[in-house]
């Protein structure tokens, strides 16, 4: 699918290659984050703003970035503190106060030091709840809003019931993982370079920042976004797959329905798609995606 594509590969790397790295200031705190900006000539003016999920940085999520300049966007790829080359913050910043708020306002930050009066903002899982929250605090900033299977849809208390929630996205990965490798496509995937750069950034899950990991998933656990949504003025884009085994599509739909304004609303389900849909069969999520956007 699209394998014209492939000639586009390497202007994309060097373009990931390029460093941006840029300090800002959030409730008094300074932290500095990585980031990318990556696109093809002639490339839609409004930039899309990619927010990957809990456990990775901008490198998870790469590949899908790829798929959507091909389909002729702006990317802008970020690292949150405490991913990949993004420095560590300090334990206040994560530990006292809304996080996701946090969060939220350096995206609005970085939007606002390039300029862009408005942007497409897409995240995945943990980061759609992020970027529902940016949308809730400025909606000029934003044109549309897509939840790649959002995380945070109901509330999950419990030692049980977490650590079931964290075997569910343990075990989907793992799965999607092997069911990729395990295929005929696996082999000639031209994404695969992009795909092999996961391993190639820090850490998630390294020295000093498990804490940060472990805060972040109890936020997760709070089952927030369906409050965040009701503040949320700009159409929304839900899309799922029929595979998402961490938070299944039907269920999530209706949750999100109950908050959103129909008239603003609306919902895909994709046959085959697991919880992550960025790393794998991203040609097929942007060009799903890219049909909502236009």
Known sequence: MFSERQKYLESFLAQADTVYRYPFYVDGHSVCIDYRITYLSKANPIPVILLTGWGSGWEGIIPLAFSLICEGYRVILLSLPGYGSSENPSRLFFTEGNLYRRYAWLVLNL?????????????????????????????????????????????????????????????????????????????????????????????????????????EFNEVCKGRLPEILKGVKRPVVFISGDRDTVYPAYESDRIIQEVVETPNYEYVIVEGLHHNPTLFHSEKTAHIIAEYLS
């Open 111 to 215: 939007i606002r030091r390039h300029e862009y009066q408005k942007a497409y903002f897409i995240g995945h899982s943990m980061g759609a709840e992020i970027l529902a929250e940016a949308v809730a605090i400025d909606p000029t900033a934003c044109r549309k809003l897509v939840l790649l299977n959002p995380s945070g849809v109901k509330p999950v208390a419990g030692f049980w019931q977490k650590a079931a929630l964290m075997w569910r996205f343990a075990a989907s990965g793992a799965r999607l993982r092997k069911e990729y490798y395990a295929s005929p496509e696996s082999k000639d995937d031209y994404l695969k370079p992009l795909i092999d750069m996961c391993g190639q950034q820090k850490s998630p899950w390294g020295w000093g920042r498990m804490r940060q990991r472990m805060v």
